[in-house]
Nanobody
Framework: QVQLVESGGGLVQTGGSLRLSCAAS????????MGWFRQGPGKEREFVAA????????KYADAVKGRFTISRDNAKNTVYLQMNSLKPEDTAVYYC?????????????????WGQGTQVTASS
């Protein structure tokens, strides 16, 4: 079992930055691929970014490529999402997720554990 707790969300002006953190409790954090998803008002949950469990390979949604960076610190059992140049369309609840896999899944169904989410609002 893994418990995930997100933090770092908030209100920011268009063009601003935020850094989300996701702290994991439980064993073997380094056994999990980690992902970030988001769900905007009236929208389905969508993939944002993911990172492999060991070698740091990453994947990004086209909408955030070049603006967002996912990273992890296995010694601290934490995954991060650095978000720069935020746009109003980035407004959503952001969720952290863990997958027991050596791959880097981009679909929600592949993830085994989820956090409760943190609100990010980018306002003009």
């Amino acid at each position: 079992q893994v418990q995930l707790v997100e933090s770092g969300g908030g209100l920011v002006q268009t063009g601003g930055s935020l850094r989300l953190s996701c702290a994991a409790s439980g064993r073997s954090f380094s056994s999990y691929a980690m992902g970030w998803f988001r769900q905007g008002p009236g929208k389905e949950r969508e993939f944002v970014a993911a990172i492999s469990r060991s070698d740091g390979t990453t994947k990004y949604a086209d909408a955030v490529k070049g603006r967002f960076t996912i990273s992890r610190d296995n010694a601290k059992n934490t995954v991060y999402l650095q978000m720069n140049s935020l746009k109003p369309e980035d407004t959503a609840v952001y969720y952290c997720a863990a997958a027991i896999t050596a791959t880097i899944p981009i679909t929600p169904l592949r993830y085994n554990y989820w956090g409760q989410g943190t609100q990010v609002t980018a306002s003009s």
